[in-house]
T-cell receptor
Framework: SAVISQKPSRDICQRGTSLTIQCQVDSQVTMMFWYRQQPGQSLTLIATANQGSEATYESGFVIDKFPISRPNLTFSTLTVSNMSPEDSSIYLC???????????FGPGTRLTVT | AQSVTQLGSHVSVSEGALVLLRCNYSSSVPPYLFWYVQYPNQGLQLLLKYTTGATLVKGINGFEAEFKKSETSFHLTKPSAHMSDAAEYFCAVSEGQAGTALIFGKGTTLSVSS
């Protein structure tokens, strides 16, 4: 299994600012994913991050709002730009590896926008 | 398109009772199926997975699930609930290709009373 860490674990931000969330994996992985979990809701995929290529965004999510970097096989960042209160959520990073195609998740970043 | 339906957003059981959390899926290809557990203020932890082979899979903490293709189901069970099982449980499906993101159900909150 992979161990995934995220920074920050939580933050309170003002409307109109941006926050960059970091995701670190303890081993090299091919695929990394970013999810959003709104209060009391399930997980929604934001984008898939491949090393050396542009991230692939799901419907309803755009690069200008959620730019993603994937500089190497163990690290990725997600930026939440020009934040509004509607962006208040938990943001989770995951990584896919192994023959069973399961994903391992980080502990999440709890974001509150005021 | 793939989808996951978890029947019952809340399930309450007594300590020592049978736990049954229901999951039905829709997939145009043979699915890979997963159950994850999320404890309060934590990330997701993989409980068990079905990829190929034996349809009854055993996971951590005494949980197991059975893949029933004819019923398109992957229900999660545990013979005897423990107070520590109280958490949010998510069923997820993927198309089984390397790196394919997971599609999650809406989740089921399990409460265990003494």
């Amino acid at each position: 299994s992979a161990v995934i860490s995220q920074k920050p674990s939580r933050d309170i931000c003002q409307r109109g600012t941006s926050l960059t969330i970091q995701c670190q994996v303890d081993s090299q992985v091919t695929m990394m994913f970013w999810y959003r979990q709104q209060p009391g809701q399930s997980l929604t995929l934001i984008a898939t991050a491949n090393q050396g290529s542009e991230a692939t965004y799901e419907s309803g999510f755009v690069i200008d709002k959620f730019p993603i970097s994937r500089p190497n096989l163990t690290f990725s960042t997600l930026t939440v730009s020009n934040m509004s209160p509607e962006d208040s959520s938990i943001y989770l990073c995951s990584a896919g590896q192994g023959s069973g195609y399961e994903q391992y998740f980080g502990p999440g970043t709890r974001l509150t926008v005021t | 398109a793939q989808s996951v339906t978890q029947l019952g957003s809340h399930v309450s059981v007594s300590e020592g009772a049978l736990v049954l959390l229901r999951c039905n899926y829709s997939s145009s290809v043979p699915p890979y199926l997963f159950w994850y557990v999320q404890y309060p203020n934590q990330g997701l932890q993989l409980l068990l997975k079905y990829t190929t082979g034996a349809t009854l899979v055993k996971g951590i903490n005494g949980f197991e699930a059975e893949f029933k293709k004819s019923e398109t189901s992957f229900h999660l069970t545990k013979p005897s609930a423990h107070m520590s099982d109280a958490a949010e449980y998510f069923c997820a499906v993927s198309e089984g290709q390397a790196g394919t993101a997971l599609i999650f159900g809406k989740g089921t909150t399990l409460s265990v009373s003494s």
